[in-house]
Nanobody
Framework: QVQVVESGGGLVQAGGSLRLSCAVS????????MGWFRQAPGKEREVVAG??????DYGDSVKGRFTISRDYAKNTAYLQMNSLKPEDTAHYYC?????????????????WGQGTQVTVSS
């Protein structure tokens, strides 16, 4: 019913940039919150960024480097990642809520993509 598909991951050198895309389709409240999360092997899934309306929030480790945005017309959210570091290496997931929630708790989101791998070489 609701599908979330990430794209844009890949291999990049430290200091480089990537832009991830998250396309949402299906019947969902137009102003639903969205979030980006990431998970490295053996680590907890952590929040990267969230957006609802024009309000954005970021995890401490990515503040000043990453930017979340959305295009309502395309039903797509983006994560612009600049100044990438090896510690940013992880599987990145996009999540959509059925509410306006866009916070740090994964359990509050209702729909998840399969993720896209980001690998940053030193």
């Amino acid at each position: 019913q609701v599908q979330v598909v990430e794209s844009g991951g890949g291999l990049v050198q430290a200091g480089g940039s990537l832009r991830l895309s998250c396309a949402v389709s299906g019947r969902i409240f137009s102003d639903h919150g969205m979030g980006w999360f990431r998970q490295a092997p053996g680590k907890e899934r952590e929040v990267v960024a969230g957006i609802r309306w024009s309000s954005t929030d970021y995890g401490d480790s990515v503040k000043g480097r990453f930017t979340i945005s959305r295009d309502y017309a395309k039903n797509t959210a983006y994560l612009q990642m600049n100044s990438l570091k090896p510690e940013d290496t992880a599987h990145y997931y996009c999540a959509a809520a059925s509410t306006t929630y866009s916070g740090r708790y994964p359990s509050r989101y209702d729909y998840w993509g399969q993720g896209t791998q980001v690998t940053v070489s030193s």
